[in-house]
T-cell receptor, first 113, second 112 residues
Framework: AQSVTQLDSQVPVFEEAPVELRCNYS??????LFWYVQYPNQGLQLLLK??????LVKGINGFEAEFNKSQTSFHLRKPSVHISDTAEYFC???????????FGRGTSLIVHP | GAGVSQSPRYKVTKRGQDVALRCDPI?????LYWYRQALGQGPEFLTY????????KSGLPNDRFSAERPEGSISTLTIQRTEQRDSAMYRC??????????FGEGSRLTVL
């Protein structure tokens, strides 16, 4: 079975600074990888996904992530954050053919003015 | 509607009562998922349907939990004889392609 590790439970950062949220997964087979964002009192929404092809994936709101197979990582990055990016971010992985994503425990991004 | 709709949004019940949580997926989405999310944790898989068929129920914690999707659209998650440890946010999601899920706003269950 696959598992997902989000190494940081909370990441504080100042507005306009760059940020990286880390995600590692464990699986010995091909995977699909996702990042979801959850704003307060809302459901999760998809930020970006990796299914195949280019390992650098661009998503909404200026976020991007890079799939690194050798390091089994899928870290999320943004070059300049805004106050409005304050939210909970979840990494998820599904094994090819399973279509049942397993989620990490989440990273709380806190952007300070 | 345009998105996944869940009801009730909030449910407070006494220990031992049965509860039913409803999910109305995005029209045309074949797959429907139920997850449970405890405070400070990520969503935890409960069960999953393709059309009306329950494909995987390995995440249901015990036999007090059941789910159905009789006509391949609306789904109901039922918890019998609720216990305090069942308190959580229950999230429904639907999907049309390769695990990209669209989530509802969730049903927050509190068992007193």
């Amino acid at each position: 079975a696959q598992s997902v590790t989000q190494l940081d439970s909370q990441v504080p950062v100042f507005e306009e600074a760059p940020v990286e949220l880390r995600c590692n997964y464990s699986s010995s087979v091909s995977v699909y990888l996702f990042w979801y964002v959850q704003y307060p009192n809302q459901g999760l929404q998809l930020l970006l996904k990796y299914l195949s092809g280019s390992t650098l994936v661009k998503g909404i709101n200026g976020f991007e992530a890079e799939f690194n197979k050798s390091q089994t990582s899928f870290h999320l990055r943004k070059p300049s954050v805004h106050i409005s990016d304050t939210a909970e971010y979840f990494c998820a992985v599904s094994v090819g053919g399973s279509y049942i994503p397993t989620f990490g425990r989440g990273t709380s991004l806190i952007v300070h003015p | 509607g345009a998105g996944v709709s869940q009801s009730p949004r909030y449910k407070v019940t006494k220990r031992g009562q049965d509860v039913a949580l409803r999910c109305d997926p995005i029209s045309g989405h074949v797959s429907l998922y139920w997850y449970r999310q405890a405070l400070g944790q990520g969503p935890e898989f409960l069960t999953y349907f393709n059309y009306e068929a329950q494909q995987d129920k390995s995440g249901l914690p015990n036999d007090r939990f059941s789910a159905e999707r009789p006509e391949g659209s609306i789904s109901t998650l039922t918890i019998q004889r609720t216990e305090q440890r069942d308190s959580a946010m229950y999230r429904c999601a639907s999907s049309s392609t390769r695990g990209e899920l669209f989530f509802g706003e969730g049903s927050r269950l509190t068992v007193l």
